[in-house]
């Protein structure tokens, strides 16, 4: 079946920090995957996404590869701040299936200190 | 208003209660779904309505129906709910193209239901 992992939170890191959180999906086929972010308080917006192998996605300084060979979809940012504390989810949509739910992973809470 | 709306964005009800969530989505998709999301869980898929018909319903209990009258306006209406059914309910739009195969979901803010 269809599966998102992400790693566990939460990610603690101080202001001008490198970002790395881990994602891995399990998929028949070629999903297309996504980043999610949620602020406090507020719904799920889309950070990035990708729709085929080795596509990047990228946004407000956040990439992400899609990476057939390893099934993961890591997201990075090369420094962090503040107001990137948030909760972040990967996600796939499976291939060939518009207008279905998408999986996604248990989130991750990354807090920035300053 | 733009986007994806959900009102109210705050609810306490009580178990004999009857309420409505109301969803309302200003991009012309054609797909709308309700999530659950409770602490230290996963978000659940609810229900899919793609062109107003229910094309999912994940196990739900029958205390939690749903109502599409047309293609921007979902409803999740409550009854007799449990305090384990608190938890930030979300809606999402998305647009189904036949033979486009990603699957973008725009979500609103959701609704924070208390129930005591």
């Known amino acids: 079946g269809n599966s998102v992992t992400q790693m566990e939170g939460p990610v603690t890191l101080s202001e001008e920090a490198f970002l790395t959180i881990n994602c891995t999906y399990t998929?028949?086929?070629?999903?297309?995957l996504f980043w999610y972010v949620q602020y406090p308080g507020e719904g799920l917006q889309l950070l990035l996404k990708?729709?085929?192998?080795?596509d990047k996605g990228s946004n407000k300084g956040f990439e992400a590869t899609y990476r057939k060979e390893t099934t993961s979809f890591h997201l990075e940012k090369g420094s962090v701040q503040v107001s990137d504390s948030a909760v972040y989810f990967c996600?796939?949509?499976?291939?060939?299936?518009?207008?279905?739910?998408?999986?996604f992973g248990k989130g991750t809470t990354l807090s920035v200190s300053s | 208003e733009t986007g994806v709306t959900q009102t109210p964005r705050h609810l306490v009800m009580g178990m004999t209660n009857k309420k409505s969530l109301k969803c309302e989505q200003h991009?012309?998709?054609?797909?709308m779904y309700w999530y659950k999301q409770s602490a230290k869980k996963p978000l659940e898929l609810m229900f899919v309505?793609?062109?107003?018909?229910?094309?999912e319903n994940n196990s739900v209990p029958s205390r939690f129906s749903p109502e599409c009258p047309n293609s921007s306006h979902l409803f999740l209406h409550l009854h007799t709910l449990q305090p384990e059914d608190s938890a930030l309910y979300l809606c999402?739009?998305?647009?189904?193209?036949?033979?486009?195969?990603?699957?973008?979901?725009?979500f609103g803010p959701g609704t924070r239901l208390t129930v005591l």
């Open positions: 998929a028949t086929g070629y999903p297309s």
């Open positions: 999402a739009s998305s647009q189904e193209t036949s033979g486009i195969w990603y699957n973008e979901q725009f």
């Open positions: 996600a796939l949509s499976p291939p060939n299936q518009a207008g279905t739910a998408l999986i």
């Open positions: 990708a729709t085929k192998a080795d």
């Open positions: 309505y793609n062109f107003k018909e229910q094309t």
């Open positions: 991009l012309g998709h054609n797909a």
